[in-house]
């Protein structure tokens, strides 16, 4: 079956950077876009931005554009997101999810808490 | 790329039918039939629960239906049950080839 398995909590100083890996199984890697989302705690989802796997292609919301950066591994079926220069509001559940190019999301990540605190 | 817009909260009594609401622009919900409808019970990841405005996934009942007229998308949720009580969230495709989502609302079952 599909899974999307994300890598564990992080604790990072204001400033600092963060990168989230997910591990993809049950289907084609290379077939799917990887899309990350965010949700603050007791807030709603935000859309952060897409990856394509098959040639590294990346597309990233306007609110990230200057500090998010999508990568992926083909070889080992991972996608990762490195986000820089991390604020206090960064801290969140961040979920990888996999879809075609639009956001319709048929299977998630466990989510990946990063916090971010002095 | 602002968020759709959704009721904050809706309310309805088992057996009843509620619709949330999921409105944009016609650079996203209006110029596309890409809207999906997300379930999210506490401590949970979000489910897809409805695709390209009015598709079901394998596994949702059939209760659950969507729609969209101009830009606003409708999620309609027929003979309520204790576990439909949840978050729901829209989302849309948008012009720039990005993703969008509503802010959220929060289905209380009476």
């Known amino acids: 079956q599909v899974q999307l398995v994300q890598s564990g909590a992080e604790v990072k100083k204001p400033g600092a950077s963060v990168k989230v890996s997910c591990k993809a199984s049950g289907y084609t890697f290379t077939d799917h876009y990887i899309h990350w989302v965010r949700q603050a705690p007791g807030q709603g989802l935000e859309w952060i931005g897409w990856i394509k796997p098959n040639n590294g292609a990346t597309n990233y919301a306007q609110n990230f554009q200057d500090w998010v950066t999508m990568t992926r591994d083909t070889s080992i079926s991972t996608a990762y997101m490195e986000l820089t220069r991390l604020r206090s509001d960064d801290t969140a559940l961040y979920y990888c999810?996999?879809?075609?190019?639009?956001?319709?999301?048929?299977?998630w990540g466990q989510g990946t808490l990063v916090t971010v605190s002095s | 790329q602002s968020a759709l817009t959704q009721p904050a909260s809706v309310s309805g009594s088992p057996g009843q039918s509620i619709t949330i609401s999921c409105t944009g622009a016609s650079s996203d919900v209006g110029g596309y039939n890409y809207v999906s409808w997300y379930q999210q019970h506490p401590g949970k990841a979000p489910r897809l629960m409805i695709y390209?405005?009015?598709n079901r996934p394998s596994g949702v009942s059939n209760r659950f239906s969507g729609s969209k007229s101009g830009n606003t998308a409708s999620l309609t949720i027929s003979g309520l049950q204790a576990e439909d009580e949840a978050h729901y969230y829209c989302?849309?495709?948008?012009?720039?080839?990005?993703?969008?989502f509503g802010g959220g609302t929060n289905l209380t079952v009476l």
């Open positions: 390209d405005v009015s």
């Open positions: 989302s849309s495709y948008t012009s720039s080839a990005r993703g969008v």
């Open positions: 999810a996999r879809g075609p190019l639009w956001p319709r999301f048929d299977s």
